[in-house]
C-alpha cells in the first residue's frame, strides 16, 4: 500500500428489456400495493393469443394501461402485456400503435423483441418513422441490435445521413457495449459527441476488469480525462478492493485539492473485509482533516456491523458533520 502524502490544496438494449419484464413480472405477483384489473388477452383459434392490437377490447387495454398515473404500476403493466405479444403479431401492434403512445416502455419491449428476431424488418420499420418519438425509437433499436449484433449495429449507425441521429445510435451502442466491449464503447461514445457517457461506462467496466480499466485509464495522455477516469473507477473498484482503489486514486490525484474527498468516497465503499486493513492505512496519516474524515467514516460503517463494540476508535457519527464544515471552512475561507 502506497504511503499517503497529503495535498497541498485540496441512456433499452434487449437484454435489459427482458430483464425488465422478468422483474416487473415478479414485482406483480410478490409485490404489495395497488393493482389495476385489465381483461385478460384471450386465445384465438389456435391456441396462440391473439394480437393485443387486433381488436377495439385489444386496444383499449393498451389505453387503458397507458392512462395510469402511477409510472411503476403503469410500467408494470406495459411490460407484462408487451412480453405477452406473440412476436408475429409484433410488427403489425407497433405500426397500429398510436404515433403518441410511441415513446412508451410497451412500444420499446416491443421494438427490442422485433430487432432481435428481425433487425431488417425493424430496421426498415424505424426508417419510416419521423415524428417527435423517433429519437427514442432510434436509440431503442440502437441497443436492441447492438446487443444482438455490435459490429453490424455500429457500420449501420456510422451510415446514418444525419449527424444528429447519428450521434443518438452510436451513443446507445456505446452504452450497450459497455460491459461486453469498453474499449469499443469508450471511443464510440467520444464518436457520438457524448464523452459524458464515458464515467458509467468506466464504471461499468471496473464492475468486470477494474484492474485493465485502471491500466487503461492511467495511459490517457490528459491529465485531467486522467484522473477523471481514474476516479470513475475507483470508486466502483472500492466495493471489491479499496486499498488498491484508493493507490489508483494516489496515483490520478497528486496534490489535487479532490485527493481527499475521492479516499473518503471509496473508504465509504468499502467491502467489511477490507476495513481492518483500511483502519492500519489510515492510521499512518499525518494528524489532520482527512485523517479524521477517514477515521470517523470507518467508525460509521463499523457501528453498523452487527457485531459492532459499544465503542470505537476514531470520530462516532455526530462528530463527522462538523469535520465536513470544518474542511469547507479551511477550504473556502471566504465563505
Not at 5 to 13: A, D, F, H, I, K
Not at 120 to 146: C, D, M, N, V
Not at 152 to 176: Q, S, V, Y
Not at 255 to 268: E, K, M
Request: charged fraction near 25%; glycine fraction near 6%; aromatic fraction near 4%.
Amino acid at each position: 500500500m502506497k504511503p499517503f502524502v497529503p495535498s497541498q490544496n485540496r441512456v433499452l438494449g434487449l437484454k435489459l428489456l427482458a430483464l425488465l419484464g422478468a422483474a416487473v413480472a415478479f414485482a406483480m405477483m410478490h409485490g404489495q400495493g395497488e393493482r389495476l384489473t385489465i381483461p385478460a388477452i384471450q386465445p384465438s383459434g389456435t391456441g396462440q393469443a391473439k394480437s393485443v392490437s387486433r381488436s377495439p377490447r385489444d386496444l383499449a387495454r393498451i389505453e387503458q394501461i397507458l392512462r395510469i398515473p402511477d409510472p411503476e404500476l403503469r410500467h408494470r403493466h406495459e411490460a407484462i402485456l408487451a412480453t405477452s405479444v406473440p412476436g408475429q403479431d409484433i410488427p403489425d401492434c407497433l405500426k397500429r400503435l398510436p404515433e403518441s403512445h410511441l415513446d412508451s416502455l410497451y412500444a420499446g419491449i416491443l421494438l427490442g423483441r422485433w430487432t432481435a428476431a428481425n433487425p431488417l424488418e425493424a430496421k426498415a420499420w424505424i426508417s419510416g418513422q419521423h415524428g417527435r418519438h423517433y429519437p427514442r425509437l432510434l436509440a431503442t433499436f440502437a441497443g436492441a441490435w447492438a446487443d444482438e449484433d455490435g459490429a453490424a449495429a455500429i457500420a449501420w449507425a456510422r451510415a446514418l445521413d444525419r449527424e444528429e441521429d447519428r450521434g443518438t445510435a452510436l451513443a446507445e451502442i456505446a452504452t450497450t457495449l459497455a460491459s461486453s466491449e469498453p474499449r469499443i464503447a469508450l471511443n464510440l461514445s467520444m464518436e457520438s459527441g457524448r464523452p459524458d457517457l464515458n464515467y458509467e461506462i468506466l464504471r461499468t467496466w471496473a464492475k468486470s476488469d477494474p484492474t485493465e480499466a485502471a491500466r487503461w485509464a492511467q495511459q490517457l495522455p490528459d491529465h485531467e480525462e486522467r484522473a477523471s477516469a481514474s476516479t470513475a473507477i475507483a470508486l466502483e473498484w472500492a466495493g471489491s478492493d479499496s486499498l488498491a482503489a484508493a493507490d489508483l486514486l494516489l496515483d490520478a490525484l497528486p496534490g489535487s485539492p479532490h485527493l481527499d474527498q475521492a479516499l473518503v468516497s471509496a473508504i465509504s465503499r468499502a467491502d467489511t473485509a477490507d476495513l481492518p486493513r483500511l483502519r492500519q492505512w489510515v492510521d499512518t496519516f499525518p494528524q489532520g482533516l482527512l485523517k479524521d474524515l477517514s477515521r470517523a467514516e470507518l467508525t460509521r460503517i463499523e457501528r453498523l456491523l452487527p457485531t459492532a463494540p459499544a465503542s470505537l476508535p476514531g470520530e462516532d457519527e455526530e462528530n463527522r458533520a462538523p469535520l465536513m464544515e470544518a474542511r469547507d471552512k479551511t477550504r473556502n475561507p471566504n465563505e
